[in-house]
């Protein structure tokens, strides 16, 4: 058994500290965070606030539509409109807190302050691309469907696009760059040294 | 003695390429039609044996395909998503994409699957409580504090898998 220490110690402190972080996050960090992505986001769509305290999203697109009875005449579409309800923004704020526990459940604060605070910017870039994201496949599939040019394949990838972004990326995303920025926790959950033959070790060791 | 066939350590770039390739084509072929169907059978087979774990255990529930409702009313669906067939693919796409011998990958996929389907009954059914309980914590539980426990323990399985796939490999290198 002492030799999945590592691995018992790692998910007993994970869970505690994603329990703890996600209810921090949930409470008290949640508004402030929606705020921020509001504000980031803000720079490449306009967002403005709906009446229903929603957001409302402005999407560059360039559609040109076909002639319609009232609007003979082609015309291009240069962006779309939708409501997105802000409990639905709350998934792009969730990767933070999620890293936050796994750096911490890994080795601590003080020899894990690097990755800690790379990791923080890459997640809060990985959130902001992931919402940018899910606004331009909702608006695509918007635009596909006024100009009548959605196929069954069409619908298929804009369908597997928004899984991915909304169901998928802001839970593994976290892992994936906990795994990419804390090398030590990579060369233990790979098994790196393991896995090298144990003359090339004590060689390298005595070099 | 017979040689086991030895692991290496895994090249990054590989690794990330079969992994991603994995991911993609898994979630891809999960939103075709037809896979969506074993998938909402699935679903309803799940509900099945959560309703029989809560009955076994003295609660009350009753089933309507992949719904299960308390007796005040309260009732919760196993939806594409809630039955941890994202993360079963998860580590399905690592365990492939980490080289192993093929004996390994197959009980990695199996042995994982199995525990990561047993901890989402844990999950579902605790959620039915919670929901009986307070929506807010349900959704709070539901959306994202099982979820990212879920891939932790995920992740702390495919740790365990590589361990014991590469330990033996490691000593018979060395010759053990």
Same mark, same amino acid.
């Given at each position: ?11 007993? /402190?994970? &869970? ?11 409470? *008290? ?22 009446? +229903? ?16 009875? %009232? %609007?003979?005449?082609?015309? %291009?579409? /240069? +962006? ?6 802000? &409990?639905?923004? *709350?998934?792009?704020?969730? +990767? ?9 459940? =890994? ?6 302050? /690097? ?5 923080? =910017? ?44 909304? &169901? ?11 795994? +990419?920025?804390?090398?030590?926790? &990579? ?6 040294? %393991? ?13 | $003695? ?16 079969? !992994?991603?390739?994995?991911? @993609? ?6 939103? #075709? ?21 809560? @009955? ?5 529930? #009753? ?26 693919? @998860? ?6 994409? !980490? ?55 995920? $992740? ?8 014991? #796939? ?5 000593? #018979?290198?060395?010759?053990?």
């Amino acid at each position: 058994m002492r030799a999945f220490e590592p691995q018992t110690r790692f998910l007993v /402190r994970g &869970s505690v500290l994603l329990i703890a972080l996600l209810t921090l996050w949930w409470f *008290v960090l949640l508004g402030p965070m929606l705020y921020l992505l509001r504000g980031a986001a803000g720079v490449f769509l306009m967002i403005e606030d709906a009446p +229903s305290s929603d957001w409302t999203l402005r999407v560059p697109v360039d559609v040109t539509l076909p002639g319609t009875p %009232q %609007q003979p005449l082609p015309w %291009q579409l /240069r +962006s779309i409109d939708f409501e997105m309800p802000r &409990s639905e923004a *709350v998934i792009f704020t969730l +990767s933070l807190p999620v890293y936050w526990a796994i750096i911490l459940a =890994a080795h601590g604060v003080r020899r894990n302050l /690097r990755p800690l605070l790379l990791g923080t =910017a890459v997640m809060t870039a990985i959130e902001l691309v992931l919402f940018l994201g899910y606004a331009h496949i909702t608006a695509a599939d918007a635009a596909a469907q006024l100009a009548g040019t959605e196929d069954a394949a069409g619908k298929w990838i804009h369908h597997v696009g928004v899984y991915l972004d909304v &169901s998928v990326f802001p839970y593994a995303a976290p892992f994936v760059v906990a795994l +990419s920025l804390d090398l030590e926790l &990579s060369g233990e959950v790979f098994a790196l040294r %393991q896995a090298r033959t144990p003359g090339t070790t004590a060689i390298a060791r005595r070099r | $003695m017979k040689r086991r066939p030895a692991v290496v350590s895994p090249s990054p770039f590989r690794f990330v390429l079969i !992994f991603v390739g994995c991911l @993609l084509f898994a979630f891809g072929a999960l939103l #075709t039609p037809a896979v969506q169907s074993l998938d909402v059978r699935f679903s309803s087979a799940l509900v099945q044996l959560s309703q029989g774990l809560i @009955l076994g255990c003295g609660g009350h529930a #009753t089933r309507d395909a992949a719904i299960l409702r308390a007796p005040g009313g309260f009732g919760v669906e196993m939806r594409d998503g809630c039955n941890a067939i994202n993360v079963t693919v @998860l580590l399905w796409s690592a365990v492939l994409a !980490f080289p192993a011998p093929w004996k390994m990958k197959a009980l990695g996929l199996v042995a994982g699957s199995a525990i990561i389907q047993a901890l989402n009954l844990v999950r579902f059914i605790s959620l039915f409580y919670i929901g009986q309980y307070s929506m807010t914590w349900f959704e709070f539980a539901h959306a994202y504090l099982w979820e990212s426990l879920l891939v932790l323990d995920t $992740m702390v399985i495919f740790w365990l898998w590589v361990q014991r #796939t590469v330990r033996p490999a490691a000593a #018979t290198h060395a010759g053990v």
